[in-house]
């Protein structure tokens, strides 16, 4: 499953521009996604802000480029059902409450934040996630990889995403869709599959495993962890095994951080 998430951001891809440089990259984007002219869906882009962002060749096409105006945008998405609105925040500051407003906007939005610290300042990251962000990132080839994805789903199904709604997706469709748009989400139990109404515990899990282009097998990797404590004042060990994390704490842009895991004995 995680294998398909494009939000991933090896190291290595850290040294990328600090902000979206925009007119060379959106011209890309409408080139690989030309093909999508005959979807049932309209897949429109905003890249926020887009003052002297975007070529005036960049509207016209299959690519509709929207403006950075959140009453345009909540009009253009009411205009039709069919009508997926991604948005890319390029802003040199985290805005949480924007990312909100574009979530309560259209739950099938699908936000993108670029950021300089999309992968040194972890409280940040989480939090745009938290606020409805689907993908934080500095990386090129990720999002351009994203937006291939997103408009790869053309809507010539009848199913319906259990997430956020969307309609008209393909069994396919929906095995692309769920992990892209919802992977930062609950999962949901005691439900029926949509696309073969058989009941499951694990609706994300069942759609990975069971609706791909291949059937797939769910590997335990065995992979955990063990912490042995010392006390001091007998000299005892305390043997436990973490299973989580309770808290990521980061300061002065990623310089510091720490993970704080949770164990049991
Ligand atoms: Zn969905
Ligand atoms: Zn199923």
Known sequence: MLSRRPASLPLSKQLAPPCFPACFRVSRYRRNLSAKAMSNYAHGLCVWPTAGALPAASSTGFLKVLPADLAQLQQWVSTSPRNLLTVIIALPHWDFRLISALTYISRTCFIVVWHPDAT???????????????MVTNDEEHLQEALRLITGVHGNGNLQCPWCGLSGLSTLELWQHQPLYHIYELDKGNVACP???KPTSRLTRHI?????????????????ALAIIRRPSDGKFLLVQVTGILTVESLRRGMWRRIIFLAEP
Do not use: M, Q, W, Y
Request: with cysteine; aromatic share 6%.
């Open 120 to 134: 040194e300042d972890p409280i940040a990251r989480i939090k745009a996630f938290e606020a409805g962000a689907r």
């Open 195 to 197: 696309a073969c109404s």
């Open 208 to 224: 990975n495993l069971t609706h791909g282009p291949a059937p797939l097998v769910d590997e335990r990797t065995g992979v955990f």
